[in-house]
């Protein structure tokens, strides 16, 4: 347990480090900000990013506080179920599942906000002063992608006009600023905070994908994903990226020697240009029609 916690805590002083840097360096033209329930919203900050993982430890608190109770353990109080034994080692090691249960609601939350601002980092605004609230629903935000008028939106709701089903990207960035659809969108970016990625999973991510009609579809997968998946990803039209801090060059984020937050900017520019879905597409219906020809 002790070295998950560890390990947690290095993940998040390196995306807090990521995230702070690629504000700085995007400033003037771009200034993000967070909002932290209870409080107001604010220019994104230390203080500010501690705040909202305080927010979510907390809820993990309260959750794990009424599944106690549930189970005919009702502490008064997390300090009570803490203080409960008087060892302290064994005080020490309630706390860290605690910790855990925060950072595992929470970490979803931080990959998308640095694929976001990964993303806008490759961009040249479209306007002298652009705000993002990091953490929340937001779109169009009028940027150029290399020749490219475009729009970048997050945690937006858009039906397929396919199947009538309804999907929320992580990230889409369309050709239009009227909303997110199926007739629009330019690339797909999702992040995934799964354990484990299996076949049926990848078949999920191709299926939104066809539906959505997207040209580039990425999936960024914050832990490690064997070969193989990766491999059937990409043979679907679907790039599978794995977030830097679970890759065999962990050590070089951590160690500050590379940051996390211009390494996927890296990753995203190129996937968004291979455009790899509509590749796969295009491969699929010429071997389908040889063959029914």
């Known amino acids: 347990m002790s070295s998950k916690v560890s390990v947690a805590r290095e993940d998040k002083e390196a995306i807090y480090s990521s995230l ?25 900050s230390r203080e500010a990013l501690k705040r909202f993982f305080d927010y979510q430890f907390k809820k993990a608190q309260k959750n794990f506080l009424e599944s ?4 005919g353990k ?17 005080q020490i090691q309630r706390k860290n599942p605690l910790r855990l249960l925060a950072w595992s609601s929470i970490k979803g939350k931080f990959l998308e906000g640095l694929c976001l601002m990964a993303t806008i980092c490759r961009m040249n605004p479209a306007a002298r002063s652009t ?5 929340a629903q937001v779109g169009p935000i009028q940027v150029r992608d290399e020749s490219q008028m475009c729009f970048i939106w997050a ?13 929320m990207p992580d990230i ?3 050709t239009t600023s009227d909303a997110v659809t199926t007739s629009n969108i330019l690339s797909i970016t999702e992040c995934k905070c799964r354990e484990t990625l299996g076949a049926s999973d990848i078949r999920g991510e191709f299926g939104k994908a066809y539906d959505l009609g997207s040209p580039s579809y990425t999936l960024v997968s914050y832990n490690a994903v064997p070969d193989s998946f990766i491999d059937a990803g990409r043979g ?5 990226q794995i977030f830097s801090l679970n890759t065999p060059e962990r050590e070089y984020f951590i160690r500050g020697e590379r940051d996390v937050g211009e390494d996927m900017a890296t990753k995203l520019f190129a996937s968004r240009k291979r455009r790899m879905f509509l590749t796969a597409l295009e491969n699929r219906a010429t071997d389908v029609k040889q063959r029914g020809s």
């Open 68 to 71: 106690e109770g549930r189970a």
């Open 20 to 44: 702070l840097s690629l504000a700085g360096r995007l400033r003037p033209a771009w200034h993000f900000w967070l909002s932290v329930p209870g409080y107001t919203k604010e220019p994104l």
């Open 155 to 167: 945690q937006q709701l858009v039906e397929s006009l396919r199947s009538g089903l309804k999907a």
């Open 172 to 174: 889409a960035i369309t």
């Open 236 to 240: 679907l039209g679907i790039d599978v």
């Open 131 to 135: 705000d993002v609230d990091l953490f």
């Open 74 to 90: 009702p502490w008064k109080s997390i300090e009570h179920y803490i203080r409960s034994s008087s060892d302290p080692n064994e």
